[in-house]
């Protein structure tokens, strides 16, 4: 497979790197802002934004960015949401409370269970009506993820929202997803032609190992630690109009991105 297209917008929210402003200060040498955090939503209630489960917050945060980047209102993208575990702070929450008391097991946070909750929040906070998708792709989600956005922007005319995600786990989870740092990745895909895109890209499938280009080493820490970020290096490519990378995948293909310069 290989296939062009555009970015028109982006998105980072994770400890450290709260905006794309704060990606840019990192590539530029400057660290992590570890002293500033990502602000609430602007799209759901002060009551939603209560019940809302921790991964519909942490996505909506780099969704948000990406869409005003691009200049759309977030209901017009098709949306592809993508995580490996969903909301991990619901899945400890909902075990401890299931084995010891589950008479007092909250049906809010029953509801929020689903993989989907993230999404379904998307389609309400945003009031978008169209393709809202939600997928998992265990550790692969980033690649999976891509992959999914760029299938449906082959048969779609709007553009679409990728935004790929994951908690850090708690409790014994931990053991199966050894994260410090919750993650979370947007970018707005359109067919070529958008009018000055923040890139022009094509992409490959590949079975090439991860190649993330040269990245500060803060950054580099980041990749390993969350499933999600291995959609890191591609955003870091987009910002610095950098060389070709490769989002590796351990079950299927991977996909090498590279800049269009003609």
């Known amino acids: 497979m290989s296939l062009r297209f555009d970015v028109i917008g982006a998105g980072i929210a994770t400890t450290g790197l709260p905006d794309w402003q704060a990606l840019e200060a990192a590539l530029d040498g400057h660290g992590l802002t570890e002293d500033r955090e990502t602000p609430p939503s602007a799209l759901l209630s002060p009551r939603e934004r209560r019940r809302a489960p921790r ?59 689903v993989h989907n909750a993230a999404s379904g929040y998307w389609s309400i906070g945003a009031g978008a009506t169209g393709d809202v998708t939600a997928i998992s792709g265990w550790r692969d989600s980033a690649t999976a993820g891509l992959l999914e956005a760029l299938a449906r922007l082959t048969d779609s005319d709007k553009p679409v929202l990728l935004v790929v995600y994951d908690d850090l786990a ?80 351990e079950q299927g293909p991977g996909l090498r991105i590279s800049p269009v310069t003609t």
């Open 170 to 249: 708690q409790g014994p989870m931990r053991d199966l997803w050894p994260t410090e740092h919750a993650f979370s990745g947007a970018l707005v895909l359109t067919r070529p032609g958008a009018d000055r895109p923040l890139a022009r890209l094509a992409a490959t499938t590949s079975s090439e190992p991860e190649d993330h280009g040269a990245l500060p080493a803060a950054l580099i820490n980041r990749i390993p630690d969350n499933p999600a970020a291995r959609l890191l290096p591609l955003l870091a490519m987009i910002a610095r109009r950098g060389p070709a990378v490769t989002l590796a995948s």
């Open 55 to 113: 991964a519909a917050k942490i996505s909506f945060a780099a969704a948000e960015q990406a869409c005003a980047m691009a200049g759309l209102a977030p209901s017009e993208p098709i949306a592809v949401f993508s995580s490996g575990m969903g909301d991990l702070d619901i899945t400890d929450y909902m075990c401890r409370t299931l084995k010891d008391h589950p008479e007092l097991l909250s049906p809010t946070r029953f509801h929020n269970s």
